[in-house]
């Protein structure tokens, strides 16, 4: 079956190149019955397709078409079918050699050189599509495409310099925002600088990253990192408090470093306010398991038992669930604990095999929190994933 499909694409170029030559001749001199016939090139190049010889095809058809401006979209269109079809080599052939003809004009060259361009980035010769992108946007000529596959090489580079300065530039030409791209973009060059110890450059980054996005929940969380690896707790504590306003649906990526926060400043009993208050306001089983332990801690584990039981009534919650078995355990024996013990490791498979986080854009499934989404590449578009089997 997989033959028979190879074998109909590779008769579509023949096609539609045998439809336009038929036509062509046919136009040129209806009169003369002769001139209607099908050139013998035609058909060498047709039976190199049908013994599955597609490399000598190209060849046949290539010689056999001039360039100009009724050929120069078939050229193309031969091209861009073999790129989707993953035969990126031969498109790149069919592209090279129209740009290499010297009868295109202005427009059919720079679309030449688009289309060469995206034949490089899709095998990967990222180096070689970049001057190609260059090239067009020093002619001034399909801006909007250029910077677009820039901005990919510059992302998949990991140049984060050039990938702002294309953001920008990209804005400017369209009526799309960047500010929150720009703003991750400055993240992770203040994330390297982190890990290198460069504080002053974290901080100016960040800044930023702000600047461009004031609802960056990852700028926050940065700032609050640096601000707990230099000594400054109190700070640390209000940048990740800002997590709060601009998405709580990051606040379970915040709960754990604040309350480190918290015990340095011996001030775990207003860290327990502040955890009451998210519970109740919105709900989140990291954010509720942390208050039952600390509950457990300071008053004991019945009282921790009594407020998870009816947090659950209200939002019930596989995570939650198991909390609450793990408590019964203790307190059971022979045949109940048994029963309990198996519930338990029932509950703890459905935990372990869960996605604790998914893309909004794509449905991409994670175990860990990712800034581009490793499926469709949009930015901030994973996040916890709410409900009775997680937060």
Known sequence: MSNELNFLWLLLPVAALSGWWIGRRANNSQSNYSSKSIHPEYFKGLNFVLNEEPDKAIEVFIRMLE????????????????????EVDRAIRIHQNLIARPTLNREQRTHAVLELGMDYMRSGLLDRAEGLFLELIDSGSHLQQAYTQLLEIYQQEKDWKNAIAIAKKLEAISNNSSSAIIGQFYCEGADVALKQGNMRLVKDLIRRAMS????????SMIE?????QTGKIKL???????????????????IGPIYECYRKLDRVDEFVEYLRTLVNIYGGISTLLMLTGLIAEREGENAAIRFISDELKNRPN?????????YALDRSE???HEHLKTIKELTGQLIEGRAMYKCNSCGFDAKLLHWQCPGCKNWETVKPVFGVAGE
């Open 67 to 86: 360039v100009d401006s009724e050929t120069v979209e078939t050229h193309l269109a031969l091209g861009n079918l073999f790129r989707r079809r993953g």
């Open 236 to 254: 640390a504590i209000k940048s990740y408090k800002r997590v709060e306003s601009q998405d709580s649906d990051y606040l379970t990526e915040i």
């Open 224 to 228: 609050a990192k640096m601000y707990q």
């Open 212 to 219: 461009f996005d004031k609802s960056c929940v990852r700028a």
């Open 334 to 336: 022979g045949e109940t």
């Open 318 to 326: 596989v995570k939650g669930v198991d909390k609450l078995i793990e």
